[in-house]
């Protein structure tokens, strides 16, 4: 059953690598290019899906010092903190679900859940509400960043993949756990555990962020602009971002 405990047991299972990752990997060119358009060094910025602190050790280190880092996974969220202390880095890090996040409206600058965390929340509701609570906790002026996969920008390999997928939940022949066209589960490399994700189109994405109250800034396929370093795509493969405001009409 792909439940928060599901979800937990595959977070906790890579924590390691994610704590790898805060020195290996740091920032992406295209996470860089965000940033420094975007961002204030005196904005209040809360990083869901913070893992072990990849995006807020980075973000802190370039003069982000309103930053609190969040994750449902307590091992993320232990390893996180350990490296702080070890970095001279004074950041509350805490453990939360991005569908009750802990903060009043209109709290943060930025909200940002980066890596395509948004996507592994299981059922289109669920997102829904997660996305409804960024935007609620988000200032009127600030923004939303997360990014996803694009079933439409993966090439010809995966247009066959999507349309075998068709043609498996067109005779109801899908993994029994999933729960909509575009679920799937994949193996992480570095811990060799499964994990679901759901992989949208940007049509998709468009409609959820209209129907949550938000308006898209900007949104880009980060291999349409930027060459990541081989560590960077070891780490991650391609995906689009999503820069996203506050609708007037909210």
């Given at each position: 059953m792909i439940d928060q405990e599901y979800l937990r047991d595959s977070f906790d299972a890579v924590a390691p690598s994610y704590g790898a990752a805060v020195d290996e990997v740091g920032l992406w060119q295209s996470e860089h290019y965000v940033i420094d358009r975007y961002f204030h060094t005196d904005d209040s910025i809360l990083d869901?899906?913070?893992g072990a602190g990849r995006t807020t050790f980075a973000?802190?280190?370039?003069g982000y010092h309103r930053i609190i880092g969040m994750d449902l996974s307590t091992k993320m969220i232990e390893l996180a903190t350990a490296m702080g202390t070890r970095k001279s880095m004074p950041i509350t890090f805490l453990e939360g679900d991005c569908e009750r996040i802990p903060f009043p409206d209109e709290t943060y600058d930025v909200?940002?859940?980066?890596f395509n965390g948004l996507m592994q929340i299981p059922e289109h509701q669920h997102r829904a509400t997660a996305l409804k609570e960024m935007l609620?906790?988000?200032?009127?002026?600030?923004?939303v960043v997360f990014t996803t996969h694009d079933r439409d920008s993966g090439g010809k390999e995966f247009d066959e993949f999507w349309k075998r997928e068709r043609c498996t939940w067109a005779h109801g022949e899908q993994d029994a756990r999933l729960f909509e066209f575009g679920d799937i589960f994949a193996i992480d490399p570095s811990a060799n555990e499964e994990y679901f994700?759901?992989?949208?189109?940007?049509?998709?994405i468009k409609t959820l962020i209209s129907a949550?109250?938000?308006t898209v800034i900007e949104t880009f396929m980060r291999s349409s602009r930027f060459n990541e370093t081989a560590a960077v795509q070891d780490f991650s493969?391609?995906?689009?971002?999503w820069i996203v405001g506050k609708s007037s009409e909210a």
């Open positions: 869901i899906g913070c973000l802190y280190a370039e909200v940002m859940f980066s609620r906790v988000v200032r009127p002026q600030g923004m994700i759901h992989i949208p189109d940007c049509d998709e949550c109250g938000g493969s391609d995906c689009r971002f």
